[in-house]
């Protein structure tokens, strides 16, 4: 009966794990006959054996879809290395599986695209005919297909886990049930910390894909020659160092949803691939001579301008047209009317509530520079800010002492003059793109122009002192060389 | 000189960068010595754990899986981030000098 589990994971021999099954697995699964990893293969649910060692002997598919690992990659690797279960790292279940009288437990899972998964495992010993633990096996649930239809989760203003009630996020949030529900491609624009990630995320849970793959790509993480690959999948000898099948991320998505981040990072000649799929919905792997057909929804984002890009000649202009078909722009925070203000509340409870900290909210003061901060980092750096300030505030409400130092050292210095109409104000006109870096160079470039030159004005129009303004200008260059900083122009 | 801040589970890169209860910051000079700091944290945060890359000047970190938003936060602050490591400390920092540390690399025997 050893010879009962020859057989294939359908892309390659079985080999290691044929091997390792007929010799570690308990006998009551050696016995059975069927083809097992095709079997398991086919459950949506994620599954994975480990040997006694808790190293990964073999992962089905809908595991490989939700952590990003293959089959190949992940085989006699820890558990812990792979999965990233919150509860491997901190207490792994399995050390005490004899004790435990719970075999399920919830978590989250970090993957291979650097998404938090919130999950469900379910794990239990293999015992041979002997009673001796020979490995585990263990199941992953992922919760978000749950939470699609969780009425507790549903937020007034809100669509998935974004959440805004400006006029520019409600005109989004209303075309996005319509949009869920049809199968074109979908482009998402917006600047960096827009959230076109959640977007995403958010239409493939409200789409009749939910309970599907949602498999996330980023070209611009991956060398050029990396991404035909990883994107499509390779046959074993395809290139050098191919020493296996690669399944490709359009595998993984099979009838859910790939979301393809920074799209504008995707070579020409992999462009035109793109194009001949969302056509034909055919996939060639490289290196391959068989093509498989993929059912699988293509959602792109980029944070560039992809029609000025296409009109260059640098991006193709027939799929910027396919994909642009269904397309949905994310406005800056700053342009964001009101969303603030409801995101800060937002945040806090967000991160108070875990550290069971009693926070009532932000102080006038507080509340003053945060909303009159430009956020170039967008939602992402305005939940950063909050994440810090919830950590350090020691009381009831979130001060301005509590905030991050760089908006700190430069609101509470730059824009108390503002507000109190100093007579010759320094602003720098924030232009899309540009980080703190940038624009704070731009202020004292302005106020060097306003001063005339002279050190002494321009530091006392950012509200900063002589000292602030000359290592500033130092840390960006403006100084010349050989300037000690005391000399004043004029003075 | 060059700071890295390597984010551990004990002798290991950490496999969850906002797990990781210790971290050990790296500096090399030019003459080719190092200074190890190691910082145990009071409770494993990906936030705690941004706020000492972006205060102690760090250039590189390298750590396990890590969340979109941290990744992003710091290469957003010009923090080079090697992620996706499996494998010991002591490892990875050869090939972090050499320049050959890269995203994903495995450092470790495959047992299988």
Redesign the interface.
Known sequence: MKHVLKCTFGLKPLG?LEQ?ITQRKPQIMKNLPVDISSALDEVPLGISILNK?R?ILFINRALEAMSGFSRGEC????C??VL?F?N???NCPLADIAEREKNILEGDI???????IPVLVTFAPLVNGRGRVTGYIETVEDLRKRRTVDPIRIHPFSFGDIIGRSPQMEKIFKFLPAIAQSDSPVLITGQ??TGK?LLASAIHYASPRAKNPFVIFRCG?LPDNLIESELFGHEKGAFPGATENKPGKFRFAQNGTLFIAEIGDLPPSLQLKLLTYLDEKTIYPLGGTRNFSADVRVIAATSLNLEQIARGGHFRKELFFRLNAVSLHLPPLKDRDGDIRLLLEHFMRSHASPQKKALLGFSPECLRVLEEYTYP?NV?EL??IV??AV?ICRGEIIGIRDLPSYLTETFEDLVTPLAASSPSPVEASVEDGM?WSAVERKMITNALIKAKGRRSRAAQLLGWGRSTLWRKMKHYGLAAPGDEGLREIGQ | MKKVLLAL?GNDI??????APEVQIVTFDREGGEEVKTIVLPRP?A??L??IATAENIEAVIC??????Y???LR?KKIEVI??I?GAADAALPRFRLGSLK??D?L?E???
Do not use: M
Request: glycine share 10%.
């Open positions: 290691y390792s060692d190293k085989e006699g690797l820890p812990s290395s990233r919150s491997c790292i901190e970090i993957t291979q695209d650097h998404q938090k960096i910390g990630d993480a980092g992402l939940k950063h994440e810090y950590n980080d | 589970y950490a496999p969850r960068f906002d797990l945060s936030e705690t941004c706020q396990g899986g890590i969340e979109e938003e990744l992003q936060y957003w992620h996706s499996i995203p994903g495995i470790v495959r047992r299988k």
